[in-house]
């Protein structure tokens, strides 16, 4: 199961409460996430995409970018070493 975090360039306009919803596949979650951009235009600093285990700590799945009609991944960002510092691995 696969969630996002959108993390606006403005982050004085983002509330505390965030609803997730979970997706089987990074396909259908970024099909979703794409939508919801296109239908109701923000400005994106990026998409991160999360693996949700109900055992242990989610996961970083990858790093998006969003160039205002798709999503695409950042590769220059480490994912594993992210998931280490941050208590994830």
Known sequence: MYYADI?????RER???????LYNNVTSLKKA???????KP???AEVVVM???ETKRDK???YYSWDG??????????VLIN???????
């Open 7 to 11: 993390i606006e360039r403005d982050v």
């Open 15 to 21: 509330s505390g409460l965030v609803a997730r919803r």
């Open 33 to 39: 996430i794409t939508q919801s951009l296109i239908d």
């Open 42 to 44: 923000r400005d994106v």
């Open 51 to 53: 693996r949700y285990y």
């Open 60 to 62: 970083i799945h990858g």
């Open 69 to 78: 009609e798709a999503l695409k991944l950042d590769q220059s960002k480490p």
């Open 83 to 89: 998931n280490i510092l941050y208590g994830r691995a």
